[in-house]
C-alpha cells in the first residue's frame, strides 16, 4: 500500500522555464492538498484539491502557478516562468473523504531555480 | 483565520532528558490537532493526532500530547529523548469546518550526547 507519492524529489530549472511537479495520493484517498516550504521556515498552504475540483487556492500566487487533479492521473502542480523566489519545498499532502482520518504527506519535491 | 503558534524556534536538550514542545492554536471549537516530525531533507510524518476524547494522546515513537482547551495548546512531550529525536517538528490543526491543516513554523529539536 503505497503512500503518497511525489515526484521528481528534485528539479532544477532556469529561470523562465516550467516546472511541473507530480503528486499520487494514497490509494483511497481523494483530497490532495499542496504546501510550499521555504528555507526556515513552515509549511504554507497553496491549494487544496478534490478530483477534478479546485476546492480552495487561497494560499497560490495569482500569477505562474497553476493546479490541477484530473479523473485519472497524479495532481500537478505548474510553475511556469520560474524565478529564484520559487526555489522551495514543495510537499503534498491527502487525504480521505472524511478529513479526521489525517493527512499523509509525500516526501516533497525540491525545486531550484539556476 | 486559524492559526498555530510554535513559541520556541530551537530547542536543546540533552540525550536522555525529558522533552516538552509547544503549540497554541487559535480556534473556538475544537480543532482537530497533529504534530509532525521531519527529519533533513525527508518528508513529514504523523507523530500522533487529537480529534475527540481523552486529551491525552500517544502517538509513535514513544510520544504523547495533551490537548488543554483552557490553554488553547497540544504540547507534544517525550519523558526521555534519543539522539535520533534530533529533527523539525511540526503542529497543525485544522478546523471542524475545513479540512485544510494550517502549520505552525516548527521547532528545531538539538539533542546533545
Known amino acids: 500500500n503505497a503512500g503518497v507519492m511525489q515526484n521528481p524529489r528534485h528539479l532544477v530549472r532556469r529561470r523562465g522555464q516550467e516546472a511541473r511537479l507530480r503528486c499520487s495520493p494514497m490509494?483511497?484517498?481523494?483530497?490532495v492538498y499542496w504546501y510550499r516550504q521555504l528555507p526556515e521556515e513552515g509549511l504554507k498552504f497553496m491549494v487544496y484539491l478534490q478530483k477534478e475540483n479546485i476546492i480552495d487556492e487561497s494560499g497560490m500566487p495569482k500569477e505562474r502557478f497553476s493546479a490541477e487533479f484530473p479523473k485519472e492521473g497524479p495532481s500537478i502542480l505548474r510553475i511556469q516562468q520560474v524565478v529564484r523566489g520559487d526555489s522551495a519545498a514543495y510537499f503534498c499532502?491527502?487525504?480521505?473523504?472524511?478529513?479526521?482520518?489525517?493527512?499523509?504527506f509525500g516526501s516533497g519535491t525540491r525545486l531550484t531555480v539556476v | 483565520a486559524q492559526s498555530v503558534t510554535q513559541p520556541d524556534i530551537h530547542i536543546t536538550v540533552s540525550e536522555g532528558a525529558s522533552l516538552e514542545l509547544r503549540c497554541n492554536y487559535s480556534y473556538g471549537a475544537t480543532p482537530y490537532l497533529f504534530w509532525y516530525v521531519q527529519s533533513p531533507g525527508q518528508g513529514l510524518q504523523l507523530l500522533l493526532k487529537?480529534?475527540?476524547?481523552?486529551?491525552l494522546v500517544q502517538g509513535i515513537k514513544g510520544f504523547e500530547a495533551e490537548f488543554k482547551r483552557s490553554q488553547s495548546s497540544f504540547n507534544l512531550r517525550k519523558p526521555s529523548v534519543h539522539w535520533s529525536d534530533a529533527a523539525e517538528y511540526f503542529c497543525?490543526?485544522?478546523?471542524?469546518?475545513?479540512?485544510?491543516?494550517?502549520f505552525g513554523r516548527g521547532t528545531s529539536l538539538i539533542v546533545h550526547p
Open positions: 499532502a491527502s487525504s480521505p473523504q472524511w478529513a479526521d482520518y489525517g493527512y499523509t
Open positions: 490509494k483511497g484517498h481523494s483530497h
Open positions: 487529537y480529534f475527540s476524547g481523552d486529551t
Open positions: 497543525a490543526s485544522s478546523s471542524g469546518g475545513s479540512y485544510i491543516p494550517t
